[in-house]
């Protein structure tokens, strides 16, 4: 490649004052206009929503994009839970991974993970995560020269694309003269295309899975509308005397139907309203409330995977705190997915523009941090550092989120109670002088040194097996906690419990 010249995927020249120039932005006529899409949820019924999602099949996906935009807009549920899936995954650390440890290579890698720290990349990260309930996502990068060629992320409507009527899987942007669209320009545009479900992309958005339920929880809640306004309003009754003239009787009616709203009527004497006791339909209540709170459930599990978060039972899964809102497997899959997107639409160009073709490239990762159990880390600590296994005191602050100590700062620390003599240890003490027990200590330290080995090797030996076998240190420490099983410390207990008896026995004879 010529120094200075930027040439596009297919290998052909491409100007740069090309990337400057907006392609996919809005207008007030034509066939991208920002205003006038209608409504598709309104009056949703089973043969509309049936002709929407067999249309979207088909290619013709604008009616199906605007309902997945009403469901966010009017399902308080539907909206949550897709908008913690679509935070689990914005929420996480992004990091940039060198092509090679080459200098040139860690230089690129430096430029692409200040590009990512810049003003709105994270609004573009979340606008590609509107892929996870349309199917799809599309941001247009409008580059910007100075220094260095950076991209202004500008999200575009979904509906301002379409498939290639071809393969049902490469986007093109709508267009007047063109019923297949136009090929997008390379370098312009960022698409985000997680693959939920095989198949074409626009039945793989879960706007899609949830539609139904959609349609359902719908009929349930005006049905649940028009049961409480028939059996949750008192019914009002209007009563007059007989032979009452035709125009006090219709005073009469207009009163009862006006008194709902107004709260007041005025009526002759001889006329009178009477409220009784609203009707009862036993169950009603339940059964809508229960059928509600039923499709929200599906909708948990086909957005987020389980529903334990959304309902917090006591004593299950979201309470105790065992398992994060979107389900691991899940979140990993997500993130995975939207890596891939930003390297391959993002990165790519950027190292293209300002550094050259090349044939490694820096990788954005957004790995998913794994739950330490921080108390199984303690036993394993306990027991493994008095037999001399070395652990770095800043790598064990880390994992447990303890700064280091400042100078002068008051520290906690294990507080030492003297035992009392018991008259055990005082009857074995008796008789005994000072250097007695001084000569008979080093001689219990003898003893206990000389077999050493075999007391030592059934605890000993697990360690160094692990050691060998492991490639890493961190791999090395993973497995500690699972050690203790192996272990077998009850010769040792025992020897140390019959030492430690003797030489407490033989310490309070120097204490008098």
């Not at 498939?163 to 390379?186: A, C, V, W």
């Not at 107004?262 to 169950?283: C, Q, Y």
Request: a negative charge; proline letters at 6%; glycine letters at 8%.
């Amino acid at each position: 490649m010529e120094k200075g010249r930027l040439y596009g995927p297919d290998g052909k020249l491409l100007p740069k004052r090309e990337l400057t120039q907006e392609v996919a932005a809005p207008t007030l006529m034509g066939i991208r206009s920002v205003w006038g899409y209608g409504s598709a949820a309104d009056g949703l019924t089973p043969e509309r929503l049936a002709t929407i999602l067999h249309d979207a099949a088909e290619g013709n996906a604008w009616d199906y994009l605007t309902l997945a935009e009403e469901m966010e807009e009017r399902d308080l549920h539907y909206a949550s839970v897709l908008g913690t899936r679509k935070r689990a995954v914005s929420g996480l650390e992004v990091i940039v991974e060198e092509a090679s440890e080459d200098k040139e290579d860690v230089k690129i890698a430096a430029a692409v993970r200040e590009l990512t720290r810049k003003s709105g990349f994270g609004e573009a990260v979340d606008d590609l995560l509107d892929a996870i309930g349309k199917g799809y996502s599309a941001v247009e990068n409008m580059w910007q020269t100075g220094a260095a060629w950076i991209p202004k992320y500008e999200w575009r409507d979904p509906r301002f694309f379409v498939f290639d009527e071809n393969d049902g899987k490469t986007l093109r942007l709508m267009d007047e003269s063109h019923h297949n669209g136009i090929e997008l320009p390379p370098f312009k545009f960022i698409i985000h295309i997680p693959r939920i479900k095989s198949g074409l992309p626009i039945r793989g958005g879960l706007a899609r899975l949830a539609a139904v339920s959609y349609m359902c929880k719908s009929y349930t809640l005006k049905d649940w509308m028009a049961f409480a306004e028939v059996f949750g309003m008192p019914l009002r009754v209007g009563r007059h005397k007989p032979g009452a003239l035709e125009k006090d009787i219709n005073t009469l009616i207009k009163a009862v139907a006006n008194i709902g709203s107004d709260a007041a009527a005025v009526l002759p004497d001889n006329m009178r309203i009477e409220f009784i006791e609203a009707g009862k339909s036993t169950g009603g209540e339940k059964l809508f409330s229960g059928l509600a709170e039923w499709l929200d459930r599906q909708v948990s599990k086909g957005v987020l995977g389980q529903v334990a978060s959304t309902e917090g039972t006591p004593g299950k899964l979201g309470n105790d705190g065992a398992q994060e809102d979107v389900r691991k497997d899940i979140l990993k899959a997500d993130a995975k997915a939207l890596g891939n997107t930003l390297t391959r639409d993002l990165v790519i160009p950027f190292v293209d523009i300002n550094y050259g073709k090349r044939d490694k490239y820096p990788r954005i990762l957004l790995p998913v941090p794994e739950p330490e159990d921080l108390k199984a880390l303690t036993l394993a600590l306990k027991e493994l550092v008095p037999l001399g296994i070395k652990a770095p005191a800043n790598w064990a602050r880390k994992k447990f989120n303890i700064p280091d100590p400042v100078e002068g700062e008051e520290l906690l620390a294990e507080i030492q109670t003297p035992k009392p003599a018991t008259a055990g240890n005082r009857s074995l003490a008796m008789n005994r002088t000072a250097t007695d027990t001084s000569d008979e200590l080093e001689e219990l330290a003898d003893g206990i040194s000389e077999d050493w080995k075999p007391v030592m090797e059934p605890i000993i030996n697990p360690v160094l097996d692990l050691a060998n076998q492991a490639e890493s240190y961190e791999e090395f420490l993973k497995g500690l906690p699972g050690l203790l099983t192996e272990m077998d410390p009850e010769t040792l207990i025992q020897k140390l419990a019959r030492a430690t008896f003797t030489a407490r026995g033989m310490g309070d004879a120097t204490d008098g």
